[in-house]
C-alpha cells in the first residue's frame, strides 16, 4: 500500500455507488415477481443481485476505468494494484425470505490490501464504513456519522460471539473447537453475514468467525473492523492476503481464540 495515501475520494465514490444502489435494491426486495436462480454451486442468486453488481460495474468504469474489478456474481475484469472488490447482496439467502438482514458490500483493496469498505444495509436503515487511516463509522449517510470503537471485554467468558453456519466448521475438521469456544464465551449468536463482523466494529459483539468465506465476503469488513481497533485475519492468524476464513475481533482477545480454534499450531501471535 502506498505510504499516506488518501483514500478520501475512493470512499465517497464508494458512498455515491451504495445510494443509488440502495434504491434499486429496495424496489426489489420483497418484490413479488422477484426472480431466483440457482447457480452452479448450488446457491441462490436473484435478479437484484445482478441488477446491482451491474450498475456498481458501470459506475466504476466510467469513475475508475483504471482500476480492476472483482464481482461475486459476474466474476474479474482487468488488472493492476487498485480493485474494486463487490458483494452486490450479502444475505442472498435472507432478501428471499424478507428477512432485512442483507447488504451490499463495496471495497477497495489496494496492492492486496482492503482500504475502503461500504457495508450499506437499506432494509435496516444502516451504514458502516472506512478508509484507511480515517477511522471506521455508522450512519445512514457520511453527514450523519458515528464513530465506532471496538468492545474492551477481556475474558472470553464476557465475551458475545457471532457465526454464520456449523457447516464449514465440520468440513474444516475442527467443529470439537469452536462447539468448545461457543461454550467458553458468555453468549453466542448466528447474526451471520456481514452483520457479525460490523458489531465487531461497534463494539456489540466481541468475536465474528466464519470458516468458508470468499474475498468479496470481507474486504468491505477489514478496514471496518481494523480502523475500529480490533483485527482481522484467518482463521489462522494470518493478516492477509484475504480469501478463505475469517477471524474478526476486538484484538484482545484474538490470539486466545486463535490458540482455542487451532490447538496443534504453538506461534499464533
Ligand atoms: C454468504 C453469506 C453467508 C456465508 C456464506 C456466503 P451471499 O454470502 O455471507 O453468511 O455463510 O458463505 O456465501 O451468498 O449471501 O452473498
Ligand atoms: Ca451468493
Ligand atoms: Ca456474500
Ligand atoms: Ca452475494
Keep these: 500500500m502506498p505510504?499516506?495515501?488518501?483514500?478520501?475520494?475512493?470512499?465517497?465514490?464508494?458512498?455515491v455507488m451504495a445510494d443509488s444502489v440502495d434504491d434499486q435494491t429496495m424496489?426489489?426486495?420483497r418484490a413479488l415477481d422477484l426472480k431466483i436462480e440457482t447457480k452452479p454451486d448450488f446457491t441462490p442468486v436473484t435478479d437484484a443481485d445482478k441488477a446491482a453488481e451491474d450498475a456498481i460495474r458501470g459506475?466504476?468504469?466510467?469513475?475508475?476505468?483504471?482500476?480492476a474489478v472483482l464481482g461475486e456474481e459476474f466474476g474479474s475484469s482487468g488488472s493492476g494494484p487498485r480493485r474494486w472488490i463487490i458483494d452486490p447482496i450479502d444475505g442472498t439467502k435472507n432478501f428471499i425470505r424478507g428477512v432485512p438482514v442483507w447488504a451490499t458490500l463495496i471495497s477497495l483493496v489496494d496492492d492486496g490490501v482492503p482500504v475502503v469498505g461500504v457495508v450499506s444495509a437499506p432494509a435496516l436503515g444502516k451504514r458502516w464504513w472506512a478508509a484507511t487511516g480515517t477511522?471506521?463509522?455508522?450512519?445512514?449517510?457520511?453527514?450523519?456519522?458515528?464513530?465506532?470503537?471496538v468492545s474492551n471485554v477481556s475474558r472470553l467468558s464476557d465475551a458475545s460471539l457471532s457465526y454464520s453456519s456449523l457447516g464449514g466448521w465440520k468440513?474444516?475438521?475442527?467443529l470439537e473447537e469452536f462447539l468448545d469456544l461457543t461454550e467458553s464465551v458468555w453468549r453466542t449468536r448466528a447474526y451471520g453475514d456481514f452483520w457479525s463482523?460490523?458489531?465487531?466494529?461497534?463494539?456489540?459483539?466481541?468475536i465474528a468467525c466464519e470458516?468458508?468465506?470468499?474475498?468479496?465476503?470481507?474486504?468491505?469488513?477489514?478496514?471496518?473492523?481494523?480502523?475500529?481497533?480490533?483485527?482481522?485475519?484467518?482463521?489462522?492468524?494470518e493478516d492477509g492476503p484475504f480469501g478463505?476464513?475469517?477471524?474478526?475481533?476486538?484484538?484482545?482477545?484474538?490470539s486466545e481464540v486463535l490458540q482455542r480454534l487451532n490447538p496443534d499450531l504453538d506461534d499464533l501471535l
Design 135 to 149: 477511522g471506521a463509522y455508522m450512519g445512514r449517510s457520511l453527514a450523519a456519522a458515528t464513530r465506532l470503537r
Design 244 to 254: 478463505g476464513n475469517a477471524l474478526a475481533t476486538n484484538g484482545t482477545l484474538h
Design 197 to 206: 463482523y460490523c458489531m465487531v466494529a461497534e463494539g456489540a459483539v466481541d
Design 3 to 15: 505510504f499516506a495515501q488518501n483514500y478520501n475520494d475512493d470512499l465517497r465514490l464508494a458512498h
Design 211 to 237: 470458516p468458508e468465506l470468499n474475498l468479496y465476503d470481507m474486504a468491505a469488513l477489514v478496514p471496518i473492523v481494523t480502523e475500529a481497533g480490533g483485527r482481522f485475519s484467518s482463521l489462522e492468524g
Design 171 to 174: 468440513d474444516r475438521g475442527n
Design 59 to 67: 459506475q466504476l468504469s466510467r469513475a475508475r476505468p483504471r482500476d
Design 27 to 29: 424496489s426489489r426486495f
